[in-house]
């Protein structure tokens, strides 16, 4: 079911709240998706999925080099975060990009702490990775 971003449901939203586990899919240079387990945050405003990672990690790797790749929406690495709850489950797609930059990391930090309950264990090579939602899915009622 395909949810209005310029007017995701109450519902919807709240779900994106909640604590749940997470999954973030990246694409692998030979086109293969690589799912991974992850803390998501959605800021409906921002237009923004975000997702604490390692700067050496493969799922930040698939994302810079699919970067300058050209996508049906544009330039960037197509991704999506998903979760679900017993039968509510919650897709964001996006393009995303990888940012050191401390503010927006601790924005990131931020937002995990107040979504997850807990504040994110130090990391020097923390980056952010930043998801320009483009299309949510989902069914939560």
């Given at each position: 079911m395909s949810i209005d971003?310029?007017?995701?449901?109450?519902?919807?939203?709240?779900?994106?709240?909640?604590?749940?586990?997470?999954?973030?899919?990246t694409l692998r240079p030979d086109g293969t998706p690589?799912?991974?387990?992850v803390g998501v945050t959605f800021d409906p405003e921002a237009g923004l999925a975000?997702?604490?990672?390692?700067?050496s990690s493969r799922k930040v790797a698939h994302?810079?080099?699919a970067?300058?790749?050209?996508?049906?929406?544009?330039?960037?690495?197509?991704?999506a975060v998903c979760q679900?709850?017993?039968r509510r489950w919650a897709t964001l797609e996006g393009v995303?990009?990888?940012?050191?930059?401390p503010?927006?990391?601790a924005e990131g930090m931020r937002r995990y702490e107040e979504r997850y309950g807990r504040v994110p264990s130090p990391n020097p090579d923390r980056v952010v990775v930043e998801i320009r939602v483009t299309r949510a899915l989902g069914k939560v009622g």
């Open positions: 971003l310029g007017d995701p449901p109450a519902a919807y939203l709240s779900f994106w709240r909640e604590r749940h586990l997470c999954t973030l899919t690589h799912v991974v387990p975000r997702v604490l990672a390692n700067k994302v810079l080099a970067s300058g790749v050209e996508g049906p929406g544009g330039p960037g690495a197509r991704v679900v709850a017993g995303a990009e990888v940012s050191a930059e503010g927006r990391v």
